[in-house]
């Protein structure tokens, strides 16, 4: 027993660094040329010697004049997250969290006083690790994703200028954006392509275009410079000096395992990521990004009905031709946005066509039939993955295997399986292929038999019909809850706002249907 817990304590301790190649394709194995490959090759991404550095105060050196208050501290303090990663100060979450009180007080007295005396804190530096990208070939440093651990005390300014500036940016962000908002998700964007693709099914002649426009690294393109531009028309003057405090003196160094050597670099392109504030202070961005681009526009262009997520963008043109990519590009190059044309996604809805059905959105597919067969694919794979939990219910409780089963197997089937048409004998096969999982989930297999209802017991579990159906329902409300302006809403009212002549022949089951046959039921 000694040498097995001793074998797994050395397993965690020897952290395999990321597989790097030279310019000739070999594989490098001394640590401090794969810190240097990867350190140069991430500050041509992050790093422009051509864009000025933000300054990190400007005027002269004043009180905030609405200070940081203790309050605002421990708010930011809770929200830590506990179990991750430290920065570069080696202070994890739960430090602050279970700290006494007393330094709530400590925090908000040398924040105050760096902005009363433009004194430099040094806590913008990150810890860059750098990690496989999944199913993307080793050794290329382009295959690698850059993981940011900032500083605790950093993590906290972020947060207490977000809860300063979010009812702001809420008013400033267009409806159309579901991404990076709170009461908001790609449910929404979901739940929206449902209606427009039953609006076509019920009508013949209708033809819908969407374009799904694909952007390279928008994180990672932003204008410090044009993003303060943006923020001084919408957050005050103390909110702007922490926003552009945090912008400055941006560094990132690389962490690999095996040397002590450093590979510091500064940053002056994109949001410093590893903090709340940085997503919302994109979709900012990207929301003048798109009002500049639609101002561009020729008339046909000047309302696109849009359907955002963060940067997947989907634009909706009802009966006219799909927008001109090239202007769009133009117009967006001038924020550093790069749009790539050639994954472009050009799809027409049409009855008399299948082929949109297979077209995948925030990762659900247009067709619910489509969708239900890919979910059920993906979480049997997500299912095997864990077979040598399942094959041994004698070493792992079954509380345990359902906890794992529900949140690594289960939540991947039933995303966005509020958005489903379903038929009775779709519910009926989901229902069978859930108690398949949960058979296996248990060990249970043949000549072994359970019924139904002690499978359900056993697993404290409800029949998967039941559960979808509340979580239609649920998701409907929530919908409906939210301003007329949304995409998913406009969405539902585009499909009622004309009568549809259907054509002959049996109704396709479609969302509408669905809710309606759930009415029918009560």
């Not at 794969?34 to 500050?43: C, E, M, S």
């Not at 070939?137 to 993981?147: A, D, E, F, H, Y």
């Not at 301003?483 to 706002?497: G, K, P, R, V």
Request: with cysteine; charged share 25%.
């Amino acid at each position: 027993m000694p040498f097995v817990l001793a074998y797994f304590l050395l397993k965690l301790l020897l952290v395999e660094n990321p597989k790097v190649h030279d310019n000739d394709g070999k594989q490098i194995s001394n640590p401090s040329q794969i810190q240097l490959i990867i350190a140069n090759y991430f500050k041509s991404k992050f790093r422009d010697d051509n864009i000025h550095d933000v300054e990190p105060y400007f005027g002269q050196p004043r009180k905030l004049k609405s200070p940081i208050t203790e309050k605002e501290v421990r708010a930011s303090i809770n929200n830590l997250t506990n179990g991750r990663a430290p920065g570069l100060d080696s202070i994890s979450g739960e430090f602050p969290k279970f700290a006494p009180h007393l330094i709530d007080n400590k925090i908000a007295k040398i924040l105050n006083q760096t902005f009363e005396r433009h004194e430099d804190l040094n806590i913008n530096e990150g810890l860059l690790i750098a990690l496989p990208k999944p199913g993307k070939p080793k050794g290329p440093p382009q295959n690698l994703r850059p993981i940011t651990l900032l500083n605790s005390i950093r993590k906290e300014l972020s947060t207490i200028v977000l809860n300063r500036i979010r009812p702001k940016i809420e008013t400033y962000i267009s409806h159309s954006q579901s991404g990076l908002r709170p009461n908001r998700s790609t449910s929404d964007v979901v739940w929206a392509h449902r209606w427009l693709s039953a609006k076509i099914l019920n009508t013949p002649n209708l033809q819908l275009n969407i374009t799904g426009i694909d952007m390279s690294a928008a994180f990672d393109t932003i204008d410090r410079t044009l993003l303060q531009k943006t923020l001084r028309e919408i957050i005050n003057e103390d909110e702007l000096r922490i926003v552009q405090f945090l912008l400055s003196k941006t560094t990132l160094d690389v962490k690999i395992s095996g040397t002590n050597t450093t590979q510091l670099f500064t940053t002056n392109v994109g949001t410093p990521q590893g903090d709340s504030l940085n997503p919302v202070l994109f979709i900012v961005y990207l929301e003048n990004a798109l009002r500049n681009a639609w101002s561009n526009e020729t008339s046909q262009l000047v309302l696109p009905n849009e359907i955002i997520y963060a940067d997947d963008i989907d634009l909706d043109f009802v009966g006219t031709d799909p927008p001109n990519i090239n202007d769009i590009e133009t117009s967006l190059k001038n924020f550093r946005l790069k749009v790539n044309v050639e994954k472009t996604e050009h799809t027409e809805l049409r009855k008399d066509k299948e082929d949109w059905k297979l077209t995948k959105k925030v990762g659900s597919l247009l067709g619910s039939k489509e969708d239900i067969d890919h979910r059920k694919h993906l979480s049997d794979v997500a299912l095997k993955k864990l077979s040598n939990i399942w094959n041994r219910p004698d070493k792992v409780k079954q509380k345990t295997r359902i906890k794992l089963y529900n949140s690594l197997v289960k939540s991947i089937l039933l995303y966005n399986c509020g958005t489903w048409a379903l038929r009775t004998t779709d519910e009926k096969r989901l229902g069978s292929f859930h108690r398949r999982q949960l058979r296996r989930t248990l060990g249970i297999h043949y000549p072994t038999k359970i019924t139904n209802q002690s499978l359900y017991k056993k697993c404290s579990e409800t029949p998967l019909s039941l559960q979808i159906l509340e979580l239609r329902w649920r998701l409907f409300g929530h919908i409906l809850w939210r301003d007329n302006s949304i995409s998913a809403n406009l969405a539902t009212l585009y499909y009622f706002n004309e009568n549809s002549n259907r054509g002959r022949g049996r109704p396709t089951t479609t969302l509408p249907k669905t809710l309606n046959n759930d009415l029918k039921r009560l």
